[in-house]
């Protein structure tokens, strides 16, 4: 069996790592074999948000880099699409597995679909129900598409389903990304930035801010920042900033005296600092995750999420856009009452096996 692996951003890389380590561990142990092709897309050019993460997560050189670059969500969208079909054209496959909910997971689903090529969506059926999230369609546009669905909760299966996917071709396996997120645990890496940190035995927090509704109007950014340098109690705030952010950031950096920007981590640093940390701030999705299987306190700045198993029964909280919510949130973590969350099912570092179990079916 031909398998086309796509990886493109990020998140992208931590899901698609485990799904490579479990196809090689199978093709060692079984008689039936799984030959597959891995293609970078270039969405996340980088280093810091590519090819450290190849590194740290055990990845193989990707077959071909698309290149595809940055741009608008359209010319990005474009250049991959055209680079991709190239590709596959010259590199045929059965099977044309993508992950997530970024650009390339829409654009190469796309792709494959015109040229006769099944698609598995590993992380289909999540939903935010917010149409303003470019993720939002991209899951939408995915899941129309796709002929296999990998699921990371019994709910995700049951939003394919209401749009009339079948219940066999949808396989509830699990997370990917916490099947990185184990990996990781005994490979962590402490931050350079920590030692900067004059006051880091008394605990700090961490920070994540990239949707441009958080971060690309310059008021509301210095008023959510505000909020939270005030409402730490002292405690460093790390916050990995990219260079967009920054730009709005600098006009007001010199009022903030407890956040701390930095440069984007690599994913062992990242990891490090989420698990040592008293609580996190955060617009990401992966991020929900990660601290609800770390059980660390996290306040998640949206007004929707697609991952509510954090909320139900991890230790997320959605506060939306009221910033005395997020006063009050911290001011929870501070005193001790957050909620202790759990596990969701399948949560269990095995997700990328069940996957290829399910390859070797098909």
Not at 30 to 50: A, F
Request: charged share 25%; glycine share 8%; aromatic share 6%.
């Amino acid at each position: 069996m031909k398998i086309t692996l796509v990886a493109g951003a990020r998140p992208n890389f931590m899901k698609i790592a485990p799904i490579i380590r479990a196809i090689e561990e199978s093709n060692r142990n079984r008689n039936k074999k799984i030959s597959y092709r891995l293609v970078h897309t270039g969405q996340h050019y980088d280093e810091k948000l590519s090819k450290v993460f190849f590194h740290e997560l055990g990845l193989p050189e990707p077959h071909i880099n698309l290149g595809a670059g940055s741009g608008t969500q359209a010319e990005q969208t474009a250049k991959i699409m055209v680079e991709f079909e190239k590709d596959l054209v010259q590199n045929p496959s059965d099977l044309v597995v993508v992950v997530g909910d970024v650009t390339s997971t829409m654009a190469c689903t796309i792709v494959a679909k015109k040229l006769n090529t099944r698609v598995a969506h590993v992380e289909g059926g999540i939903r935010s129900f917010d149409m303003t999230m470019p993720e939002e369609v991209n899951r939408i546009v995915t899941d129309s598409l796709a002929d296999y669905f990998f699921t990371t909760t019994p709910l995700a299966g049951e939003n394919l389903m209401k749009t009339g996917i079948k219940e066999s071709q949808v396989f509830f396996v699990g997370n990917t990304m916490i099947d990185s997120l184990y990996f990781s645990l005994d490979k962590l890496k402490r931050p350079a930035v920590l030692d900067k940190i004059q006051n880091n035995e008394t605990g700090y927090y961490v920070l994540t801010l990239h949707r441009p509704s958080n971060v690309d109007d310059s008021n509301k950014l210095h008023d959510i920042l505000k909020t939270i340098d005030d409402h730490v109690a002292g405690k460093p705030v790390i916050f990995p900033v990219h260079p967009r952010t920054l730009k709005n950031l600098n006009s007001f950096s010199r009022e903030l005296k407890n956040i701390k920007t930095v440069e984007p981590l690599s994913y062992f640093e990242f990891v490090f600092l989420l698990k040592g940390s008293t609580g996190v701030i955060t617009d990401s999705g992966g991020v929900q995750e990660e601290t609800t299987m770390l059980g660390v306190p996290c306040v998640t700045l949206r007004l929707s999420t697609e991952r509510p198993e954090t909320i139900s029964i991890g230790t997320n909280e959605l506060i939306g856009e009221n910033l005395g919510n997020l006063k009050s949130s911290l001011e929870k973590i501070e005193s001790g009452s957050w909620k202790k969350g759990g596990r969701p099912e399948l949560w269990d570092g095995n997700t990328s096996k069940r996957i290829v179990d399910v390859f070797l079916t098909l």
